[in-house]
């Protein structure tokens, strides 16, 4: 196991609703990064917090927010949430210094969108 | 945008066969992540492939990068059940702060 998780496992929600997924990093790694994986397909970056501030982002619009605090766990939050956003959602830390290289995965957040 | 191609999709074999799943870059890729994914699992980091050139091992698999480092394989040789999964390549592009790009994954099924 990674020490990295994540809550809550599962979740359902109806178009237009907003979501808040949480993650706790491995202890030491300061760099959270978080992907959306949709099914069959390989993990897609969405955006990457160091040192509690958004280092990178992927393709993805404004409706996808974060946060990261102090003790270094972060949040992904998603607005206005459409039926494409049923995916599962992966948080992976790695180790101090922003685009360091091995992801850490947590267990994911499974999201279904009605 | 950049893109990591993988291929094949799937791959089916006999226990005991070889596997071998390919990835490639249209650009040169600072680095190259291999991660192993099981069914209803969360990706695993299994090695990560720095140099030109480089060839890793670990136990039965066999990780390459290409000469141009915009290629790279991963070979198990002899499978076994618990090979069972799915396995992503995963390129970084522009440097260390460059975003880490997934491939969509090979998907092996191993028969008994």
């Known amino acids: 196991e990674t020490g990295v998780t994540q809550s809550p496992t599962h979740l359902i929600k109806t178009r237009g609703q907003q979501v808040t997924l949480r993650c706790s990093s491995q202890?030491?790694?300061?760099?959270v990064s978080w992907y959306q994986q949709a099914l069959g397909q390989g993990p897609q970056f969405i955006f990457q917090?160091?040192?509690?501030?958004?280092?990178g982002r992927g393709n993805f619009p404004p409706r996808f927010s974060g946060l990261q605090f102090p003790n270094y766990s972060s949040e992904l939050n998603v607005n206005a949430l459409e039926l494409d956003d049923s995916a599962l959602y992966l948080c992976?830390?790695?180790?101090?210094?922003?685009?360091?290289?091995?992801?850490?995965f947590g267990p994911g957040t499974r999201l279904t969108v009605l | 945008g950049q893109q990591v191609m993988q291929i094949p999709q799937y791959q089916h074999v006999q226990e005991g066969e070889d596997f071998t799943t390919y990835c490639n870059s249209s650009?040169?890729?600072?680095?190259i992540q291999w991660y192993k994914q099981r069914p209803g699992g969360h990706p695993v980091f299994l090695i990560q492939?720095?140099?030109?050139?480089e060839v890793k091992k670990q136990k039965r698999l066999t990780f390459q990068f290409g000469e141009a480092k915009k290629n790279s394989s991963l070979h198990i040789t002899a499978t076994q059940t618990t090979d069972v999964g799915t396995y992503f390549c995963a390129g970084r592009h522009g440097g260390s702060q460059g975003n880490l790009i997934f491939g969509k994954g090979t998907k092996l099924s191993v028969k008994p």
């Open positions: 492939l720095v140099k030109s050139g």
């Open positions: 917090y160091y040192r509690e501030e958004e280092n």
């Open positions: 992976a830390s790695s180790a101090p210094g922003p685009g360091t290289d091995t992801q850490y």
């Open positions: 650009t040169t890729l600072s680095n």
């Open positions: 202890s030491g790694h300061n760099t």
